[in-house]
């Protein structure tokens, strides 16, 4: 039986050993699948604290079912180590390492170098390696599969090299890391087929094949760049909408009743979470190696940046009727999380808005069922209470995101006036004071 046959072999019958590298909103989910799956799975993962927790079947990814992992923790089919050395143990391993930006919005690959490096410390003959996390097209085949050839072994004659790249949308709850299609592209028919076989042996959806890990890497980024610039679109649309007296809101949902050629994207305080704002930059940083400018996509990132901006100036106007100054107003935000019903404060457009808002000298404070408190700019904010006197006492309420829980009714009740970001108080029947943006 040749090194393929039995790695196929030992992917179908579920003896084989999977290992994750990383263990944060993509790579937990992923390993509770492969273990769920019947696989042992090992997770890798540089901090201690994350690697206790899930030890100790202590879950802190909300996709995650906390039931699930316990039940796979204490069984022994999932565990998690800081110990890169176990690699040698696996007979496939995932990267799900985070890929920001540096702070002149240029890719930064260090995570990936780094894992991929471990990796290379214990790559044998036979083994599988898939890339997971987002990044610009080229990176498995200039940065990742050099780093694992320097061992002497040959990509797809020794092992086996792919690009899948993660589908995760925090809250979603009809589509999860099990039943979301993924793509798959290997740097060999062979490395294709070997990483195939395993994704088709843990998830439902569909598994879509692709010719090289460039077109899998590209077409990740157009995902989420076109999310990017149709949520631009929509922005500009509401700016527009603001100065001719129009509901941006009411527009959208006629808009929608086209049966076809329309999807329907929805304006807000500017976008957040790791991918959307993030993503089109490793496109548009990629494009200049081949003397492109992306003009497009440049401007979309423009116009989401600036949405905090605009929000802040409504929110200053609308103070400016109750003969309020910016300067010293009581601003009250509904909402931290970069979207409803989760505890992600990644990229969160309301981190943006504080920092206007401060810088504009109001005084802010702000409520999140998920996020009771975080860290920013190296000041501590903490989540009010709800109550009708701390929202009697602020001068505005800014509703920053929809979450589910918050009683819409009882915040615009007891509100000298309401901005509404999100379009969260659709339903509420006493609409004087709530002023869209």
């Known amino acids: 039986m040749s090194m393929k046959e039995t790695l196929i072999e030992k992917l179908k019958n579920r003896t084989a050993v999977i290992g994750v590298v990383g263990l944060g909103y993509v790579g937990l989910p992923l390993a509770v699948e492969k273990a769920k799956a019947g696989y042992k799975v090992i997770g890798f993962d540089v901090q201690q604290k994350r690697v206790d927790m899930v030890n100790e079947g202590h879950n802190y990814i909300g996709d995650v079912v906390d039931e699930d992992l316990k039940k796979l923790t204490s069984s022994g089919k999932l565990i998690a180590t800081t110990d890169y050395s176990k690699i040698a143990e696996v007979d496939a391993v995932a990267i799900a390492v985070p890929t920001p930006l540096d702070k002149y919005k240029q890719p930064d690959v260090s995570y990936v170098v780094n894992s991929t490096t471990s990796i290379s410390e214990y790559l044998h003959k036979g083994m599988l390696v898939v890339l997971e996390s987002t990044t610009y097209p080229g990176t498995t085949e200039e940065v990742v599969k050099p780093i694992l050839e320097k061992t002497g072994l040959k990509c797809g004659e020794d092992f086996y090299l792919a690009f899948s790249p993660e589908r995760v949308d925090p809250g979603n709850k009809q589509y999860k890391t099990k039943n979301t299609p993924k793509v798959v592209g290997g740097v060999t028919k062979d490395c294709t087929e070997v990483?195939?076989?395993?994704?088709?042996?843990?998830?439902?959806?569909?598994?879509?094949?692709?010719?090289?890990?460039?077109?899998?890497e590209m077409e990740k980024i157009l995902e989420n760049t076109f999310r990017n610039i149709n949520v631009a679109l929509a922005n500009e649309m509401a700016i527009l909408c603001e100065k001719m007296g129009i509901d941006v809101w009411e527009v959208i949902e006629a808009a929608k009743t086209k049966p076809y050629g329309f999807m329907a994207f929805y304006p807000g305080p500017g976008l957040g979470g790791h991918c959307i704002p993030i993503d089109p930059f490793y496109l548009t940083w990629k494009a200049r190696e081949y003397d492109y400018h992306t003009k497009l996509i440049e401007t979309a990132g423009e116009i989401n940046d600036s949405m905090p901006e605009f929000v802040v100036e409504k929110a200053g106007h609308l103070l400016n009727d109750f003969k309020k100054p910016l300067n010293g107003a009581n601003v009250m935000l509904f909402g931290a999380a970069y979207k409803k019903d989760i505890d992600d404060l990644r990229e969160s457009p309301v981190l943006k808005l504080i920092e206007i808002l401060e810088k504009r000298k109001a005084v802010v404070s702000y409520n999140d069922p998920y996020i009771p408190e975080f860290k920013h700019?190296?000041?501590?904010?903490?989540?009010?209470?709800?109550?009708?006197?701390?929202?009697?006492?602020?001068?505005?309420?800014?509703?920053?995101?929809?979450?589910?829980?918050?009683?819409?009714?009882?915040?615009?009740?007891?509100?000298?006036?309401?901005?509404?970001?999100?379009?969260?108080?659709?339903?509420?029947?006493?609409?004087?004071?709530?002023?869209?943006?």
Do not use: C, W
């Open 195 to 216: 990483a195939a076989i395993m994704y088709r042996n843990v998830l439902q959806g569909e598994i879509f094949e692709v010719s090289s890990p460039a077109v899998a």
């Open 377 to 437: 700019a190296g000041k501590q904010y903490k989540s009010v209470k709800i109550t009708k006197e701390n929202i009697a006492a602020a001068d505005i309420v800014i509703l920053t995101t929809d979450h589910s829980d918050y009683d819409y009714n009882m915040i615009v009740k007891n509100a000298k006036v309401v901005l509404d970001t999100r379009n969260a108080a659709k339903e509420v029947i006493n609409r004087e004071k709530i002023h869209k943006l």
